[in-house]
C-alpha cells in the first residue's frame, strides 16, 4: 500500500523559504509515476504547483516557477518543496501527491498526503 | 492556460437523488479529465480518470462521461456518504488545472 506522510514547519514569516518534504512507502519513487505537490488556500479550491516526474524532469504551475524548486532523494524515498519569498496568500493546506500518467501526457493524482498547514506570519 | 469551470458551485440535494456536476474547459482536453472528491479536513480521492474511468474501489454509483470540452459527473442514487465538495481536473498538457468545485450539500 503506498503512502504518503508529510513533514515541515506549520508557520512560517514573510519573505522566507518554506520548506516541506514528503516521505513515500510502498513504493520506489525512483520506478516510476510523477511526485507532486498540491495546495489549497483555507475555504477555496486546489491549485498545483509543481511535479517530479521519476526521469528526472521537472514541471512548475507558471505563475509560481520563479518561485518554486521541487527535490528528490531516492535514497530516503523522499521528494521536497521549496517555496521561497512567501507572503499570505502562500498560506494555505499543502499536500504532496503520486501522480499517474496519463497516456504520455500529464497526470491524474492517486495517492494524497495528510496535508499540512502552512501559515504565513510573522 | 487551460481554464477549468464547474458548475454549480452548490446543489443541495436529498439522499436517493440522481446528482449530476458538470465541467467546461476552456479548450478541447480529449479525454484527459478526472475527478476527486474531498471531505472537509481530509486530502482529496481520485474517483474517475480519463473523464469516464472508475477508479478501483469506488462505488459504481460514481459515473463520468464527456470529451472535448465538456463532461459530467453522476451520483445516480447519492449516499450519506456522498455529501461532500467534487473538483474536476484537467491534465492534458504538462500541467494540471482544477475546477473551482462544488459542494454537495443535505437538501
Known amino acids: 500500500q503506498v503512502q504518503l506522510q508529510q513533514s515541515g514547519p506549520g508557520l512560517v514569516k514573510p519573505s522566507e523559504t518554506l520548506s516541506l518534504t514528503c516521505s513515500v512507502s510502498?513504493?520506489?519513487?525512483?520506478?516510476?509515476?510523477?511526485w507532486a505537490w498540491i495546495r489549497q488556500p483555507p475555504g477555496k479550491g486546489l491549485e498545483w504547483i509543481g511535479s517530479f516526474y521519476h526521469s528526472g524532469s521537472t514541471y512548475y504551475n507558471p505563475s509560481l516557477k520563479s518561485r518554486v524548486t521541487i527535490s528528490v532523494d531516492t535514497s530516503r524515498n523522499q521528494f521536497s518543496l521549496n517555496l521561497s519569498s512567501v507572503t499570505a496568500a502562500d498560506t494555505a493546506v499543502y499536500y504532496c501527491a503520486r501522480g499517474r500518467p496519463g497516456d504520455g501526457q500529464s497526470h491524474y493524482f492517486d495517492y494524497w498526503g495528510q496535508g499540512t498547514l502552512v501559515t504565513v506570519s510573522s | 492556460d487551460i481554464q477549468m469551470t464547474q458548475s454549480p458551485s452548490t446543489l443541495s440535494a436529498s439522499v436517493g437523488d440522481r446528482v449530476t456536476i458538470t465541467c467546461r474547459a476552456s479548450?478541447?482536453?480529449?479525454?484527459?479529465l478526472a475527478w476527486y472528491q474531498q471531505k472537509s479536513g481530509k486530502a482529496p480521492k481520485l474517483l474517475i480518470y480519463k473523464a469516464s474511468s472508475l477508479e478501483s474501489g469506488v462505488p459504481s454509483r460514481f459515473s463520468g462521461s464527456g470529451s472535448g470540452t465538456e463532461f459530467t459527473l453522476t451520483i445516480s442514487s447519492l449516499q450519506p456518504d456522498d455529501f461532500a465538495t467534487y473538483y474536476c481536473?484537467?491534465?492534458?498538457?504538462?500541467?494540471?488545472?482544477f475546477g473551482q468545485g462544488t459542494k454537495v450539500e443535505i437538501k
Open positions: 479548450q478541447s482536453i480529449s479525454s484527459w
Open positions: 510502498g513504493y520506489s519513487i525512483s520506478r516510476g509515476y510523477y
Open positions: 481536473q484537467q491534465y492534458n498538457t504538462y500541467s494540471a488545472t
